[in-house]
Every structure is written in C-alpha cells, then in structure tokens.
C-alpha cells in the first residue's frame, strides 16, 4: 500500500442470518407462498420495533436460509452491498449450529458450500471476506461446546474466529473453557457486549473470558473504555442497529470511545433487517459530530483489525 493510499473499507461486522436483500426475501417469500411478519415490513420502512418485533424479523430471514443456494444468495447480498458502499471487505457473523442443528433447516456441508461459493464470487469482484462462528451466549457455554462439536472435525479455512452473541445472560467466565478450546482450533474471539447487557460484561469478556475483540461494547463506562484502549481491543460499532435495539443509550457514544483511544471501528450488523450499508454508518458518525480526522481513524481501525484481511494465526 502505498503511503497515500487510504486504508481499505471494511463492513468490520454483518450477520449473515440479517443480511439478506428485502426484494429476495419478497420474492421468496412469494414463491413459497409465506407471508412477511408485520415487523419486518416495519423495519424496512424505518420505523422502531419493539425487541421482540426484531428477533422475529431476524429469525424469518434465517428461516430461509435452507438451501446452498440460498445461503450463497445472502453472502453474495453483503458482497453486493459492501461493494456499492465503496467497502472492498466484511466479517462475517453465522451461525451453524443454529441453522443446521436447532433448526435442522440445512446441512452443514451445504452451508459451507454455499458460504464459499458466495465468498470466492465475492473474491472476483475483489471483496475479501470471511466467517466467524456465532454462538448463542443465553444457550449457555454448553451450546458453545456443541458448535465447537459440529465444525471442528472439518473446518473450512474461511472459518477466522468465534464469537458469542443472542442476548448476554450467561457469565462470560463460564464460557472461558469454549473460548479456550476456539483459540487451540486457531479461532480468533470476539462477543457481542454491553448492547443488551450492562456495561460490565465487556469488562467481564476481556479480563475472564479472554475476549480479544468486542461487538459493540456501547454501555462500556470510562474504566472499561480505558482498559480497552490500553489492551488495543477492537470494538465493532453499528449505530443504526444501536438505535434500534438499544435506544436508551443516547447519546450514542462512539466520539466518546474514541476520545478514549478505543480501536472503534464501523459495522452494519443486521442490514437486511434494519436498512443501512456503510455510507449510512459513516454519515451517522459524522452525525455525532465526528471529524474527517475521526471518520479517517474508524478507517483505519476497521482495516488494520479485521480478520477478512489478517493472514495466518492469530
Ligand atoms: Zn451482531
């Protein structure tokens, strides 16, 4: 890269299960001849939902993730959508055991095939990309051991990290066993913290859990921001998923991150569900009042962090 060059744009997290295209939902959605829950056509006119309204709306769009073909169409809706943002990667958030196991809705050898077809098209364009696990944090570590069970015995090379998400009830110091086994598999580990939990589980997913990457992160107080930046933890910041399922915490506090030294960087979550791409994400930055100076660091974070670009182990 060249001294000038500016740092590549990356969709630093997207969730396959809430990335896909609202007109390919619609259209398959009539092909089956299923009707749209009311709060996913709420959402997709902008309007807030309650917390519910959004997991049902997240949930049908992972209903239709049960065929390679399928599941090759969502990967290929955020290489489409990261491409015309400008962005040249994403990581990528799935969930496997969920799919393939708790809903028995697809094979896993079909869900990566699916994933790595949609990846290496997505590489023709060139995009970068890649996977990491999503585990349920409220199933508990158990089910973390049980994702681990599944994909291990034959890990595609795609696969860069595992993570927790869904909603933050259960310690992350129980599950400092799975994220241990994650690592020795070559894992890299993130969780989703302090969005719907108190600020004290980002705290907690650093110091006993061993996370060394953090989604969201929003309700994080000062001494944790401080601990973050000291340990240069990424963070992934979606602010229009933020003002969707975590309101309450306004104003929102990205400037107040990166004033800290936080290694903030900008995603779009679930963008098949609430609308947005990364120039939506980027204008809503600015909106807080960040600088091009700012706008220019979040960049860079979400270049020099990401897994889609980081070659070899952890
Ligand atoms: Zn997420």
Same mark, same amino acid.
């Given at each position: $890269?060249?001294?000038?060059?500016?740092?590549?744009?990356?969709?630093?997290?997207?969730?396959?299960?809430?990335?896909?295209? =609202?007109?390919?939902?619609?259209?398959?959605?009539?092909?089956?001849?299923?009707?749209?829950?009311?709060?996913?056509?709420? +959402?997709?006119?902008?309007?807030?939902?309650?917390?519910?309204?959004?997991?049902?709306?997240? +949930?049908?769009?992972?209903? !239709? %993730? &049960?065929? *390679?073909?399928?599941?090759?169409?969502? %990967?290929?809706?955020?290489?489409?959508?990261?491409?015309?943002?400008?962005?040249?990667?994403?990581? #990528?958030?799935?969930?496997?055991?969920?799919?393939?196991?708790?809903?028995?809705?697809?094979?896993?050898?079909?869900?990566?095939?699916?994933?790595?077809?949609? !990846?290496?098209?997505? *590489?023709?364009?060139?995009? *970068?990309?890649?996977?990491?696990?999503?585990?349920?944090?409220?199933?508990? =570590?158990?089910?973390?051991?049980?994702?681990? &069970?599944?994909? %291990? =015995?034959?890990?595609?090379?795609?696969?860069?990290?595992?993570?927790?998400?869904?909603?933050?009830?259960?310690?992350? @110091?129980?599950?400092?066993?799975?994220?241990?086994?994650?690592?020795?598999?070559?894992?890299?580990?993130?969780?989703?913290?302090?969005?719907?939990?108190?600020?004290?589980?980002?705290?907690?997913?650093?110091?006993?859990?061993?996370?060394?990457?953090?989604?969201?992160?929003? @309700?994080? &107080?000062?001494?944790?921001?401080?601990? !973050?930046?000291?340990?240069?933890?990424?963070?992934?910041?979606?602010?229009?998923?933020?003002?969707? +399922?975590?309101?309450?915490?306004?104003?929102?506090? +990205?400037?107040? $991150?990166?004033?800290?030294?936080?290694?903030?960087?900008?995603?779009?979550?679930?963008?098949?569900?609430?609308?947005?791409?990364?120039?939506?994400?980027?204008?809503?930055?600015?909106? $807080?009042? #960040? &600088?091009?100076?700012?706008?220019?660091?979040? @960049?860079?974070?979400?270049?020099?962090?990401?897994?889609?670009?980081?070659?070899?182990?952890?």
């Amino acid at each position: $890269m060249s001294h000038n060059a500016p740092f590549p744009l990356i969709d630093r997290h997207t969730h396959l299960e809430g990335a896909l295209d =609202p007109t390919w939902v619609r259209h398959e959605a009539d092909r089956r001849g299923l009707g749209l829950p009311a709060s996913l056509e709420a +959402l997709w006119s902008g309007q807030a939902v309650p917390f519910e309204g959004f997991i049902e709306a997240f +949930l049908y769009g992972a209903s !239709l %993730l &049960d065929s *390679r073909e399928a599941v090759r169409e969502a %990967l290929l809706a955020v290489a489409r959508r990261t491409r015309a943002a400008g962005g040249t990667g994403f990581d #990528l958030w799935a969930s496997p055991h969920f799919l393939v196991v708790h809903r028995k809705q697809i094979q896993l050898e079909a869900l990566w095939r699916g994933l790595e077809e949609g !990846l290496a098209e997505a *590489r023709a364009w060139g995009l *970068r990309g890649c996977v990491v696990l999503d585990a349920v944090n409220h199933f508990g =570590p158990k089910h973390g051991q049980a994702v681990l &069970d599944l994909v %291990l =015995p034959a890990l595609p090379a795609f696969v860069k990290g595992f993570s927790t998400g869904g909603l933050e009830k259960s310690p992350f @110091r129980d599950w400092a066993p799975v994220f241990d086994r994650a690592r020795a598999a070559g894992l890299r580990i993130a969780a989703h913290a302090g969005e719907n939990g108190p600020g004290s589980n980002v705290r907690e997913a650093v110091l006993e859990g061993g996370v060394s990457r953090i989604v969201h992160g929003i @309700r994080a &107080d000062d001494a944790t921001l401080a601990l !973050l930046a000291e340990r240069r933890i990424p963070v992934d910041v979606c602010p229009t998923s933020n003002r969707a +399922l975590a309101s309450d915490v306004v104003p929102h506090p +990205l400037p107040r $991150m990166l004033s800290a030294g936080v290694r903030c960087a900008l995603g779009t979550d679930d963008p098949g569900v609430a609308p947005c791409d990364l120039e939506t994400e980027i204008a809503a930055a600015r909106g $807080m009042g #960040l &600088d091009d100076l700012a706008l220019a660091r979040l @960049r860079q974070n979400g270049a020099e962090d990401a897994w889609c670009l980081a070659d070899g182990p952890p």
